[in-house]
């Protein structure tokens, strides 16, 4: 049964396209001969990271070279005695052998900060668009978790009946489930906010160094979802509140404090944490003693 490890050795870099290009044990090949083409041109690679070369270049001039294609026949032709070559670590055959994932990831996030580059036109004060920079910062406290607390309660505070009592107590649920998960994937994840953001954000938790997911953008959205169940407003209304979820999480790009995965991711994490506070519902019946002893007060 072949394991995972041997699966991974046995898949050379380039290996199906030149078995169709050029004859098996031929130089260009690599040798040809199931694994040991694999671990020839692995090596090749190898030796020329060492040298510190980029990789793909020196296994295409690997190939050419006189001293590989007389490395290469001993291969082809190697008979029972012919010593295996050496086994490399397992780090660099993985390395080495980048999947298909990776290589999509790793191209997404190069274009992630390409454009996040392009997007962060608000940036500083000199930008090109520096000019809007403060009305980018009012957007930014309409999204703050502070604004939203400090709001949620008062209303709580002021609110008079069961049924509004319940919203906003499920609101407030809401915003402090969004606190504690993104804070949590902050700190897993760890990504450094755009390096040329300017650290002037009003009031932030120690987490907030980090970039990924987009608090503003996980609240945004969240929030947004929430209004739009709960409340009856009228369509232009409704409108407004999706615009402002989608210029928030724009805003975020154009200042310079995320790039654009972090707030598409946090688009998505807000959406689905709506969804885990509708499963959860907090209502007189399920959770009286908060009910209660909000009555209390
Ligand atoms: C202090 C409190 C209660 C919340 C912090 C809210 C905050 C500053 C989040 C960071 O948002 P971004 O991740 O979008 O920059």
Redesign the pocket.
Known sequence: MASPRRSVEGRPLGASASSNSSSPGSPAHGGGGGGGSGRFEFQSLLSSRAAGVDPTCARLRASESPVHRRGSFPLTAAGPSQAPPPTLPEEDRMDLNPSFLGIALRSLLAIDLWLSKKLGVCAGESSSWGSVRPLMKLLEISG???TW?LGTLYCLYRSDSWAGREVLMNLLFALLLD?LVVALIKGLVRRRRPAHNQMD?F???SV?KY?FP????TRASLVSRFILKHLVLAIPLRVLVILWAFILGLS?VMLG??NVTDVAFGFFLGYMQYSIVDYCWLSPHNAPVLFILWNQQ
């Open positions: 703050h978790g502070i607390l606190l954000m009031v932030t938790l907030d970039s987009s608090g503003h953008a975020r404090r995320h």
